[in-house]
């Protein structure tokens, strides 16, 4: 009876490409993580309509940007990227999977996202250009 001197290599290769995928999948599901969260609490209005405030905010009075967004918008990620860094006070909802991002959704219109609040401004989609000088018109950068 002969052996293949190659068979363990071949294991230990297989168990390294396994391994590989797993990592790799667990990489590409955190970028894909739910947004199915919310930085507020209570009824949140949309900027230029009247404040029907259900409870407390938990962030500093009412955020400086509303956003609606989804789990799976590489935009939506950039956008809280952009916030995070410039420590913009904001909330965001996940308009597929949480109540009140669907409803405010559905009060705007909303067709594709993210769709930011800021001011008055209301942004489809995220550029920072963009998304900073709204910042500036409202003093908030």
């Not at 071949?10 to 590989?20: C, D, S, V």
């Not at 942004?123 to 250009?129: C, L, M, S, T």
Request: aromatic share 10%; glycine share 8%.
């Amino acid at each position: 009876m002969t052996t293949n001197p190659d068979k363990p290599q071949r294991k230990h290769m297989l168990r390294f490409a396994i391994f590989a995928v797993v990592i790799l999948f667990i990489i590409v599901q955190t970028q894909y993580m739910s947004v199915d969260r919310t930085y507020c609490e209570g009824e949140v209005p949309v900027p230029g309509q009247p404040v029907r405030q259900a409870g407390p905010l938990n962030i500093n009075d009412a955020p400086d940007v509303l956003m609606l967004g989804a789990a799976w918008c590489p935009a939506c990620k950039a956008a809280t990227r952009f916030f995070v860094k410039n420590n913009i006070n904001y909330c965001e909802y996940d308009m597929e999977k949480n109540a009140i991002g669907a409803k405010l959704y559905q009060e705007v219109n909303g067709r594709g996202v993210p769709i930011l609040f800021i001011g008055e401004h209301r942004i489809q989609g995220f550029n920072a250009e963009t998304v900073t000088r709204a910042l500036q018109d409202t003093g908030l950068f």
